[in-house]
């Protein structure tokens, strides 16, 4: 991890700084202010997202907010990236590498056997270069008629011996 940065679980308290990092990195993408009217309440940080997720957050020393990341996990070993974004000011300085292995970790110690998102189209380049392969696309949850990228990283079962996370490459 960087020295300037570090990463914590989210508090409640957090909500709506998380809330306005949300929109300020979706909106970095270029999207105008309409677009993201539409998005705010799926962009809205959710009490239960804090409390029942794994919901972790990128700060300075100073204690601004950087990134954030929140993983769900269901029983049947499954899990999803809910949220990831990261300050573009702080785009290009390992926030989001940093962020994805924390996530990592944890679907590893949850024993999870595969990591799905819903991408914007923005970052499916990042999600891509985390591991992540395109499967098809799905509706958005805020924009009538948008299709985002469905991906997913299929995690090696590490009660087999495994230790590695790979997309589903048969590699």
Not at 82 to 108: M, N, Q, S, Y
């Amino acid at each position: 991890m960087g020295a300037d940065f570090s990463i914590r679980k989210a508090n409640l308290s957090d909500s709506q700084a998380l809330t306005d990092l949300c929109m300020k990195s979706k909106q970095s993408n270029g999207y105008d202010d309409d677009f993201m009217r539409q998005c705010a309440d799926e962009l809205r940080i959710q009490p239960a997202w804090i409390e029942k997720d794994d919901f972790w957050l990128a700060e300075t020393a100073q204690g601004s907010l950087v990134g954030c990341i929140r993983l769900s996990a269901s029983e049947d070993g499954n899990g999803e990236l809910e949220t990831c974004f990261v300050d573009p000011d702080w785009h290009g300085k390992g926030i989001g590498r940093t962020l994805f292995d924390h996530l990592l970790a944890r679907a590893t110690a949850l024993e999870l056997v595969l990591v799905g998102v819903d991408s914007d189209p923005a970052a499916e380049t990042f999600y891509a270069r985390m591991g992540f392969r395109t499967i098809g696309r799905v509706a958005s949850g805020s924009i009538a008629g948008r299709t985002l990228p469905r991906m997913e990283m299929v995690l090696e079962n590490k009660a087999s011996g495994a230790s590695k996370m790979t997309a589903e490459t048969g590699v």
